[in-house]
């Protein structure tokens, strides 16, 4: 029994870690957790039938283009926070009680149902699937519900050989997960429905997340010009890529430097935006793990979902304007997209496309004149593990 549970403990630590693969990424640990993690996304990335569990299903980079992607990264992190507070205050009633030796926890969300340290981090779970849209991450959290499933019903045998007719009372008026009307409906007896249902779930969070990949892609803030596909990170910069971003790819530096054969992703951006080194190695500065603010981008992740995103467009005043004093900088990082037909702009950000960083130019957009030009390696800031694409 001891070891079982040890497992399915294990697993569920194995989750968040996977999931909080952001916190890690960003933290002087990074080098050691991907000297582990790195080789298992690689290979998943290696075989289309694989690759796209390495793939993001929202937006992570830029801004969301409009009201319901931003209400959904916000109930991401209104998910996780309330979530783990909870886990955590049931988690305090659970310890009390046995320190106190009070017996089984009948109180609380524990009247209303048996579970709610599992429904919690479930819950908390679906947050951080959300904050960290990797369509791996959701997988597991699908995997972990089913084991949070089998270890309720460990437990529940063990309560009942140690408390008897007392907590057999307790599982006739309360639910496993939910509040006992709902469980009868949604949960039926029976192990063959019971399995239905949770190939049910599997059909509607992966359905749901292909679908807002789907959605977001079809949102994103994009302009295009034959092989040429431009997203922008800030919204307020869409209007200046629309206006020059058909002038900046006739400019003699940057022309020259494309091939018309070539399908090419440019990200349109500040200077100083500062996950720029998830979409190529554009310098150490980028690389956030060297950074001393990991606690900080820590919490301005989960309690400010934009603020790190737009962070980089609100300090361009302070660093961005070009040496003739009326102009405004810009950021283009070019990437040459490759395992596509390019048909569409939307092909770039297809699962499969192989992405590699190119170039990178800082332009300054209203005088139209290159201020620098640099080669950049064929990796991110991360090297080759698989970054967002939006």
């Known amino acids: 029994m001891n070891t079982r549970k040890t ?29 582990v993690f790195k080789p298992f996304l690689l290979e998943l990335a290696k075989y289309p039938a694989t690759k796209w569990l390495s793939a993001f299903f929202l937006p992570h980079m830029i801004v969301p283009p409009d009201g319901f992607l931003k209400f959904i990264r916000v109930m991401g992190s209104i998910l996780f926070v309330g979530g783990m507070g909870l886990f955590f205050i049931c988690a305090l009633q659970v310890y009390s009680h046995k320190f106190l030796k009070k017996g089984a926890v009948l109180k609380g969300l524990y009247s209303y149902i048996r579970h709610p340290q599992y429904l919690n981090l479930a819950v908390a779970g679906i947050g951080l699937s959300i904050l ?14 089913l084991m949070y499933y089998f270890l309720a019903k460990d437990e529940e045998r063990r309560m009942l050989n140690q408390y008897g007719d007392s907590y057999r009372e307790h599982i006739g008026s309360t639910g496993m997960f939910l509040p006992k009307r709902f469980e009868e409906v949604l949960l039926p007896s029976g192990a063959i429905r019971k399995l239905a249902v949770f190939c049910v779930l599997v059909m509607i969070v992966l359905g749901g997340a292909f679908s807002l990949r789907a959605y977001t892609i079809r949102h994103l ?82 309690f400010h979902p934009f603020r790190h995103l737009e962070e980089g467009h609100h300090a361009m005043h302070t660093h961005a304007h070009s040496a003739e004093g009326n102009g405004v900088v810009r950021r283009l990082i070019f990437l040459k997209i490759d395992n ?34 640099k080669e950049l390696s064929r990796e991110t800031g991360w090297g080759q593990v698989p970054t967002p694409v939006f």
Do not use: C
Not at 8 to 28: D, H, K, N, R, T
Not at 274 to 279: K, V, Y
């Open 132 to 145: 960290w849209p990797r369509f791996l991450v959701i997988v597991l959290w699908l995997a972990m519900v």
């Open 7 to 35: 497992v399915f403990s294990s697993a569920v630590v194995l989750y968040f870690i996977i999931g909080l693969e952001i916190l890690i990424m960003i933290s002087p640990f990074a080098g050691f957790f991907y000297s």
């Open 340 to 373: 596509t037909k390019g048909d569409k702009p939307y092909d770039a950000f297809a699962v499969n496309a192989v992405r590699i960083p190119g170039f990178m130019a800082d332009i300054d957009i209203h005088n139209l004149k290159v201020l620098e030009l």
């Open 221 to 302: 803030p994009l302009w295009n010009k034959g092989n040429v596909t431009a997203i922008s990170i800030a919204d307020k910069d869409r209007f200046k890529m629309d206006h020059r971003m058909g002038d900046v790819i006739s400019l003699e530096e940057i022309r020259k430097r494309l091939d018309d054969n070539k399908v090419y992703l440019v990200y349109f951006l500040p200077q100083n935006y500062i996950m720029q080194g998830l979409i190529a190695d554009t310098g150490g500065e980028w690389k956030l793990y060297k950074q001393h603010h990991t606690i900080s981008m820590i919490t301005d992740w989960i």
